[in-house]
């Protein structure tokens, strides 16, 4: 049979073309060093928007706690922008947005589990900040590749090599200057690019594909003494000497495992610095990776669909009742209307309606392929971690939960809604919006968030979407860890000395809620034998 005899040659990787093209990362910083300013630059050389201004900025301005009405109002219209899609130089690129506020930082934590590499933005000024350093190591505990954007370099920051060294220290990752700048502030001349070769000279308002570039192969060059002066050009052959001598050329491989980050300096207000790290970025960023999953490793290039949802997101507005989950699509391609397994659930579930998030509009889709992102109406089915294939039966795993830091006992108003409290605690927790734990039996039910205002947001669901009404009371604790121990004799004992201090989490695992640091140093020190976690896997 001649059609046998030719099997080989059977495409085996049908959507390798649509694999190689895409790279969906997520740009991350602290509030206020420019992520939203950097995205509306990259948007634009995509020529995804036309004008400035069209990337609305998701950050959340807390006015007060009780406004959190509005919170979700600026949070819906962030949904709409959390996915950004555009093309650069024959690459189909997706750009996944993350919260701003603090209190959503586990949404943040749970995006990055979506992407193949991040860019972190840091200000020129204040050097590495908190909320940098948390997301850091949520990065490198999944040897994430990371681009670092040094920002806001038209403005007196710190000296650059005190900058690279301060970042060095504070995220625990290996530099490698791919620009080197001239100057910063007032005197801020623009940068060297080491790979091109070229002396990008620095104005401000630059436009897109609109910068001043001048090749110079050696430094020698008189040519630049004429461009940034003679003092400015001697003090840059000694910075690219140092920093060639330090680092010689990025080794890819360092960056791909997520030892070394290639840093650029710039100013995303200006477009400065923005096009370098682009071209850099489709040159070596990681196309759709393989995903662990709790069987087998899943490869993007494989025929069959698969993807997980990392993402919950409801809308509160009651005209809009919806619940949106985010999934992400890790092999071969997801198509409309098409039946997948649902795999916690065991059952088969379609989709009419998916969508894809373009810059300013939601468009229904007919497929997608690995790294897209893809948007699914939900009525309820799913939850954090949920994973969906074409039959086979796995999770992937390394979707993280993190302890929580502000315990909260929920007490039931209305005994005649006992029902409906239970089930909106459960739908509420399973999108990731707060922690659910038990004690003594489940008599006593323990929430846990990052941050004050989900407090406010679970009470007034529970009580619009489910009619409970509760009362929540605070809890002495300042964090929640999963134990795990090889010697189950002595975690059953600890268990039962310290009834009070443990609970379950909503999947049975058992925690142990410290009131303080210094208990649960004097818990570690007593017992050897126990494992703490901060963090747990939704699928291990
Ligand atoms: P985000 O909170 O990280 O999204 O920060 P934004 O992009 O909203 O920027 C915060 C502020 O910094 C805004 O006022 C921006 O105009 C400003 N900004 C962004 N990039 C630069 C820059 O390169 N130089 C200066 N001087 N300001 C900048």
């Known amino acids: 049979n001649l059609s046998n005899f030719y099997l080989p040659l059977r495409p085996i990787m049908k959507y390798i073309n649509e694999i190689n093209k895409r790279k969906?990362?997520?740009?991350?910083?602290?509030?206020?060093?420019?992520?939203?300013?950097?995205?509306?630059?990259?948007?634009?050389?995509?020529?995804?928007?036309?004008?400035?201004?069209?990337?609305?900025?998701?950050?959340?301005?807390?006015?007060?706690?009780?406004?959190?009405?509005?919170?979700?109002?600026?949070?819906?219209?962030s949904v709409a922008t959390s996915v950004m899609t555009f093309e650069y130089k024959g690459f189909?690129?997706?750009?996944l947005d993350t919260p701003g506020h603090k209190d959503f930082a586990e949404d943040t934590y749970r995006t990055l589990t979506a992407v193949d590499s991040v860019v972190l933005v840091v200000d020129?000024?204040?050097?590495?900040?908190?909320?940098?350093?948390?997301?850091?190591?949520?990065?490198?505990?999944?040897?994430?590749?990371?681009?670092?954007?040094?920002?806001?370099?038209?403005?007196?920051?710190?000296?650059?090599?005190?900058?690279?060294?301060?970042?060095?220290?504070?995220?625990?990752?290996?530099?490698?200057?791919?620009?080197?700048?001239?100057?910063?502030?007032?005197?801020?001349?623009?940068?060297?690019?080491?790979?091109?070769?070229?002396?990008?000279?620095?104005?401000?308002?630059?436009?897109?594909?609109?910068?001043?570039?001048?090749?110079?192969?050696?430094?020698?060059?008189?040519?630049?003494?004429?461009?940034?002066?003679?003092?400015?050009?001697?003090?840059?052959r000694e910075d690219v000497e140092l920093i060639d001598g330090v680092y010689g050329e990025l080794n890819i491989d360092d960056y791909l495992s997520g030892k070394t980050a290639p840093v650029f300096f710039g100013s995303a207000v200006n477009n400065f610095g923005v096009k370098e790290m682009l071209d850099t970025f489709i040159r070596i960023a990681p196309t759709?990776?393989?995903r662990h999953t709790t069987i087998r490793d899943v490869k993007p290039e494989e025929d069959k669909f698969s993807g997980f949802i990392f993402k919950i997101h409801a809308n509160l507005d009651p005209k809009h009742r919806d619940r949106i989950a985010f999934l992400r699509?890790?092999?071969?391609?997801?198509?409309?209307?098409?039946?997948?397994?649902?795999?916690?659930?065991e059952?088969?579930?379609?989709?009419?309606?998916?969508?894809?998030?373009?810059?300013?509009?939601?468009?229904?889709?007919?497929?997608?392929?690995?790294?897209?992102?893809?948007?699914?109406?939900?009525?309820?089915?799913?939850?954090?971690?949920?994973?969906?294939?074409?039959?086979?039966?796995?999770?992937?795993?390394?979707?993280?939960?993190?302890?929580?830091?502000?315990?909260?006992?929920?007490?039931?108003?209305?005994?005649?809604?006992?029902?409906?409290?239970?089930?909106?605690?459960?739908?509420?927790?399973?999108?990731?919006v707060a922690q659910l734990f038990t004690q003594f039996g489940g008599n006593k039910k323990i929430i846990g968030c990052v941050g004050e205002l989900q407090f406010e947001v679970i009470q007034y669901r529970l009580l619009q979407e489910y009619g409970a009404s509760v009362q929540?009371?605070?809890?002495?604790?300042?964090?929640?860890?999963?134990?795990?121990?090889?010697?189950?004799?002595?975690?059953?004992?600890?268990?039962?000395?310290?009834?009070?201090?443990?609970?379950?989490?909503?999947?049975?695992?058992?925690?142990?809620?410290a009131q303080s640091e210094w208990f649960l140093n004097t818990e570690r020190t007593n017992n050897p034998d126990i494992e703490f976690h901060f963090t747990s896997e939704i699928h291990k």
């Open 24 to 77: 969906t990362f997520a740009i991350i910083s602290h509030p206020d060093a420019g992520k939203t300013t950097l995205t509306e630059k990259f948007l634009l050389f995509g020529g995804a928007i036309q004008t400035a201004g069209a990337v609305k900025s998701n950050k959340i301005k807390k006015h007060a706690t009780s406004d959190f009405m509005e919170i979700e109002r600026q949070r819906g219209i």
């Open 92 to 95: 189909l690129i997706n750009l």
């Open 124 to 236: 020129s000024v204040n050097g590495v900040e908190e909320q940098t350093r948390r997301l850091m190591e949520v990065i490198s505990m999944r040897n994430t590749p990371v681009f670092v954007f040094v920002n806001k370099m038209d403005r007196d920051g710190k000296n650059r090599f005190d900058l690279l060294e301060e970042i060095e220290k504070e995220l625990k990752i290996q530099l490698h200057a791919m620009t080197v700048p001239i100057n910063s502030g007032k005197d801020f001349k623009g940068v060297y690019d080491l790979h091109e070769k070229s002396l990008v000279l620095f104005t401000a308002g630059t436009k897109a594909n609109d910068e001043d570039v001048i090749k110079i192969n050696d430094l020698n060059d008189p040519v630049l003494d004429s461009k940034i002066g003679e003092k400015d050009a001697n003090v840059l």
């Open 288 to 290: 759709p990776r393989p």
């Open 329 to 345: 699509v890790c092999s071969g391609k997801f198509e409309r209307n098409t039946f997948y397994n649902h795999v916690r659930l």
């Open 347 to 432: 059952k088969d579930v379609r989709f009419n309606n998916p969508y894809s998030f373009l810059a300013r509009q939601k468009d229904v889709i007919e497929e997608a392929y690995p790294g897209d992102v893809v948007g699914l109406f939900d009525t309820g089915n799913f939850k954090i971690g949920d994973t969906l294939t074409e039959g086979e039966n796995y999770f992937f795993t390394g979707i993280p939960s993190f302890s929580p830091e502000i315990f909260k006992e929920v007490v039931n108003k209305d005994p005649m809604k006992t029902k409906q409290l239970e089930k909106g605690l459960m739908q509420l927790t399973d999108e990731g």
């Open 472 to 513: 929540m009371n605070s809890l002495p604790f300042y964090k929640a860890c999963w134990l795990t121990s090889n010697d189950p004799k002595k975690l059953d004992d600890f268990v039962k000395y310290k009834q009070a201090n443990i609970a379950e989490d909503k999947d049975g695992h058992l925690v142990y809620l």
